[in-house]
């Protein structure tokens, strides 16, 4: 057991925060991202929300410069409850945050170096997060 440690942030999951390195991309995705497909390394977190997962990856990893978050842009490019939810918890607003098409999204995930897929279920619960240098926020 650790202290201070969001207790969603499991042994695998804080293994593979750890080991990425500046500019490796963490990918919190919603239920319905073909994560299994597309992960290199997968960790499931079914029973929560990607702004709740995302909050408990930005209490331990800092974020690169800038964009340091994509996320996916909506089907009419209106900005979604969740992806504000998702940037509150990224504690960011939309100047450090670009928006993809979906397809290009899914595409710069394919070097990703963990996704979580989380159990959300609202449509654009998807979010690319870089690492940053220790320190230095």
């Known amino acids: 057991m650790l202290t201070g440690i969001n207790p969603l942030l499991n042994g695998d999951l804080l293994k593979h925060l750890e080991e990425m390195g500046h500019s490796d ?3 919190v995705v919603d239920a319905h991202f073909p994560a299994a497909r597309l992960a290199n390394r ?3 977190l079914p029973g929560t ?4 997962v995302l909050a408990a990856i930005r209490s331990v990893l800092p974020l690169d410069d800038s964009p340091a978050v994509d996320l996916m842009t909506s089907a009419d490019g209106a900005v979604l409850p969740v992806q504000t939810e998702l940037l509150e918890a990224a504690r960011i607003d939309l100047t450090g945050a670009r928006f993809v098409e979906r397809f290009d999204f899914y595409r710069d995930v394919a070097d990703a170096y963990v996704i979580v897929r989380t159990g959300e279920t609202r ?3 998807c979010v690319i997060v870089r690492k940053g240098l220790v320190g230095h926020e």
Request: hydrophobic share 40%; aromatic share 8%.
């Open 42 to 44: 997968l960790v499931e």
């Open 49 to 52: 929300t990607a702004p709740e």
């Open 123 to 125: 449509t654009y619960g």
């Open 25 to 27: 991309k963490v990918i």
